[in-house]
């Protein structure tokens, strides 16, 4: 990743070295019917929060198609950047406001999923309507003639974007989603960054700092709430780059939020987060403040309990005390 990363700084040239040996899977078998079932599921709010009413009377058989129809027969690296306008009219990712959660160099942690699944004071974009419907799918068009009747690529789709695939398929996607994500956030926001990243916790290539954080808007955001967190699978925390509330690309990021006019606060450590990831990554030395006094401890304290209680009948302790 960082080499990546470093390769992209070096030489466009290098980057297209990068590019063309970086295919990625193909498009997901069965897409349309993955689509539509989410679509259905999402619509009838058989997730659950957020359930907006507005989404009930989404045609999902329509939306699904206007999100294929944008990109079947396509080049996966020409995408037009208005591919999914159509999609998007139909299901705006929407969250209700003083929720929404962005997320930055995190892969790997787990946090976008767990927010997902456990806080609904948090919503993630993964948990919006064009999130969950495209979440963990790969699609791409197919250029080499229609032999799969759907003018999709089920073979091969191109990884990530680099110099040889500027308007890719996937990465339009996400980056339209991401800018109506932030453009539509109300009241308290968050994003949480990863302070050990090696470069940075905030890189000025993530979908955050091109189509999030500039489109936040100041009139309608109360405050921009930096949630920092360390790497829990690092065997001995503070031994690799870190970064805190006042330094590095941070600090960049405070400034140039404030420079917008938004109120900004950073946190190093947030709670929220912590519990979250410790419940993953119990052994991290990060975990032992969050060991104490919660749930996990007080289910260990009843193990123990009824361990004695079955070691005393064993032992034969409760006829013993039975007598007595
Ligand atoms: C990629 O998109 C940009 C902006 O929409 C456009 O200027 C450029 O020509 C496109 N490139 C390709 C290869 O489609
Ligand atoms: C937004 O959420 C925060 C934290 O949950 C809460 O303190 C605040 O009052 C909420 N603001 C509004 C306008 O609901
Ligand atoms: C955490 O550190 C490990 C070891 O260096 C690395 O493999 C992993 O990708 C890092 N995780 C994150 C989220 O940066
Ligand atoms: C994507 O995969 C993750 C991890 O396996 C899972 O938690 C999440 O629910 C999946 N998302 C969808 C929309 O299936
Ligand atoms: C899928 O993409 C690969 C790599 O670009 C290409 O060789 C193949 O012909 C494509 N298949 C179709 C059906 O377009
Ligand atoms: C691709 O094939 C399907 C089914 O055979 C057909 O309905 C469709 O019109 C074809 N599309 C193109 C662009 O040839
Ligand atoms: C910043 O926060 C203060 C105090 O909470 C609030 O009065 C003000 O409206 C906020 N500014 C913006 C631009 O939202
Ligand atoms: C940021 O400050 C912390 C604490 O003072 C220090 O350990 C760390 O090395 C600094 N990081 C950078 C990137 O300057
Ligand atoms: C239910 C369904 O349509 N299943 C199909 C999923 O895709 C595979 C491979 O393309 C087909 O063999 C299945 O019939």
New binding site residues.
Partial sequence: MGIYTIFLYLSPILAVNVAYNNPGQGTTHNITDILIGRCEEYRKCLLGEPCLPSYRNVNCLAAVESFLGGIRNVDPCSTPYNAYDEFFKMVPPTTV??TTMFWSGVKGTNVPQDIAQVTP?FNVIGETFPGYMAGNLSWCGATDGNDTGLGLNFTVCPKGKGATCPNNTKAIFWAKASNMFATQAV??VYVVLNAQKPGGAFSKYSFFATEEAPNLNPDVV?NVAIYLIPNFTLPIPNEMYAETCTNGSVLYLQNFLMDMNLNVTCEENPKEIMWLQCARFADSPYCGPYAKGNPVVAASIVVILLQVVFAMSLSGWNTISTTL
């Fill in positions: 406001r003083n004071y009241d308290d109360k």
